[in-house]
């Protein structure tokens, strides 16, 4: 059975809210944080949980307000397999909601991931055949099935939204 469901029109307010939690509870140290994954392209399959990135001064500063979030029920993973990230799960109900990376601002992932995402928004039919693949694939081995699609069109994303950022 494939983890994937319809889009949800739902989930933009759904990171909003989840957003505004974060930041007041971070609060006073500046975040930004962004809607991403495919919860974030309208039309598009995805599984239900929102991804969020956000980017701070000072990641040293993150870990020492970490336990503001905790004290929200967000359960705090570290970097988990990522170097330079600090990743955080949030339930609802008990069921997992939300998945929180955040990095230090400048980092490499962050650029990625907006590409990817904003080149999909821009380009339906990319987006489409995203969308199909992964309706078609199971739970088991999602994610690395998933991931030769991301692989081939990254660059492709990076390239536009670099191009994006030379026309603005």
Same mark, same amino acid.
């Given at each position: +059975? %494939? ?8 989930? &933009?307010?759904?990171?909003?809210? =989840?957003? #505004? ?6 609060? $006073? +140290? &500046? ?6 994954? %495919?919860? !974030?392209?309208?039309?598009? +399959?995805?599984? $239900?949980?929102?991804?969020? @990135? ?5 990641? !040293? ?11 929200? /029920?967000?359960? !705090? ?5 990522? $170097?330079?990230?600090? *990743? ?8 997992? %909601? ?16 907006? #590409?990817?995402?904003? *080149? @999909?928004?821009?380009? &339906?039919?990319?987006?489409?055949? *995203? %969308? =199909? @693949?992964?309706? /078609? @694939? $199971?739970?088991?081995? *999602?994610?690395?099935?998933?991931? &030769?699609?991301? =692989? ?8 536009? !939204? ?7």
């Amino acid at each position: +059975m %494939s983890p994937v469901v319809p889009h949800d029109p739902r989930w &933009p307010a759904r990171h909003a809210e =989840a957003a #505004a939690r974060v930041v007041a509870a971070l609060a $006073p +140290m &500046p975040i930004t944080l962004h809607h991403i994954g %495919s919860t !974030a392209v309208p039309g598009i +399959m995805a599984k $239900p949980i929102i991804d969020m @990135l956000g980017d701070v001064a000072s990641l !040293a500063a993150l870990d020492a307000a970490g336990p503001k979030l905790v004290a929200l /029920g967000i359960e !705090a993973m570290g970097e988990y397999g990522i $170097p330079g990230r600090r *990743y955080f799960r949030m339930n609802e109900g008990g069921v997992r %909601s939300h998945h929180l990376h955040i990095f230090a601002a400048g980092a490499p992932p962050i650029a990625r991931h907006l #590409a990817f995402r904003d *080149y @999909l928004i821009a380009h &339906p039919a990319v987006a489409a055949a *995203y %969308s =199909a @693949l992964k309706a /078609g @694939l $199971p739970e088991t081995g *999602y994610q690395d099935a998933k991931d &030769p699609f991301i =692989a081939a069109t990254l660059p492709d994303a990076l390239a536009w !939204a670099q191009a994006q950022r030379l026309t603005q």
